[in-house]
């Protein structure tokens, strides 16, 4: 019976193929110029949440920065540390992230895979970052392992130097986190993350 009940945990927690292209995603609110939208995710009580706007920066400045993993923490809300794991000849990065909790619930990490596609005649960098499990960042007993399904960002040149930034974001931080908690802290994930890119971005350091 308790390899029944295992058997049984192990199969409900799979992540579940998601067909993203198929999302409804209906208006939230809009907030300092990023408009946010959320979807309900098939299987999941998990939204989805999606953020876009544009912004007044030139595109080869917010990507020297965030195509850098090493600079991740300077912007990336609650990231504690960031780590690549892949090796620099292979085709796609690899790193793993442990982000900071709210005491007393435990820290939260994942390992990401990212694939990267610019699109030259469009002046847009798609960026797609999901979860992966990888031998070389096994869980440990710091952190409650976490599940992306899909971290999406799509960056593309507009007229006298703009940006138009698009995210979206479908992810489950496991646990025993409460949904509605979880729902209620990604509602303002995209305007966050927008504007803290943008604003480390735009700092002299950072160099198209």
Known sequence: ?????????TWVAAP?????????????DTTEGI???????????????RGNGNVDLHISKIWSLFRNVSLQTQWIDRLKETKQISEPG?????YYSEYYSPWPISNRDFVFHRNINID????????????????????????????????????????GGKTKIEVEVITDPKGMIPTWII??????????????????????????
């Open 35 to 49: 408009s946010v939208t959320r979807a309900n995710i098939p299987q999941m009580d998990i939204l989805g949440v």
């Open 120 to 159: 030259q005649a469009a002046k847009s960098i798609a960026v797609v970052v999901h979860s992966v499990d990888d031998d070389r960042a096994p869980k440990t007993d710091c952190c409650v392992r976490g599940w992306l399904s899909r971290a999406y960002w799509r960056f593309t040149a507009l007229p």
């Open 1 to 9: 019976m308790t390899t029944l009940i295992f058997l049984l945990s």
């Open 183 to 208: 729902n209620l802290v990604q509602k303002s994930w995209p305007v966050k993350s927008i504007g803290n890119l943008v604003a480390r971005a735009a700092q002299d350091d950072i160099t198209p």
């Open 90 to 94: 292979e085709p796609s990065v690899r």
């Open 16 to 28: 579940q193929p998601i067909d993203f292209d198929n999302l409804v995603w209906e208006p939230l």
